[in-house]
């Protein structure tokens, strides 16, 4: 009985894992500031006609650069707040919070 509690939660939590996306767009991030869970995907999506990057000041994920009309995702996977920017363009910031 433990064992198939444990496997309801296990895919009760995959279910609820979301994809949030940020658009990269006249040099800014939108959202600014973002809301997500442990277990959700971000997706920055680069409208831009130049590469920008989405660098965390704290180094715990980097995009690298991600051309004109691309994107990249990471999965989050530890609570906590994460400053980050755009090393191309330093004016460049937002937040996200991880829950």
């Not at 939590?13 to 979301?18: D, S």
Request: a positive charge.
């Amino acid at each position: 009985m433990k064992s198939l509690l444990l496997l309801i939660g296990f895919f009760l939590f995959r279910v609820e894992a979301k994809t949030l996306v940020v658009k990269i767009e006249a040099t800014k991030f939108f959202p600014e500031k973002l809301e997500a869970k442990v277990g959700d995907t971000i997706l920055w999506d680069n409208k831009d006609f130049f590469p920008h990057t989405a660098t965390a000041v704290d180094k715990s994920f980097n995009s690298n650069s991600i051309p004109s009309m691309k994107s990249w995702s990471f999965k989050v996977q530890k609570k906590g707040t994460y400053h980050y920017k755009c090393l191309f363009h330093p004016v460049m910031s937002a937040t996200l919070f991880v829950r």
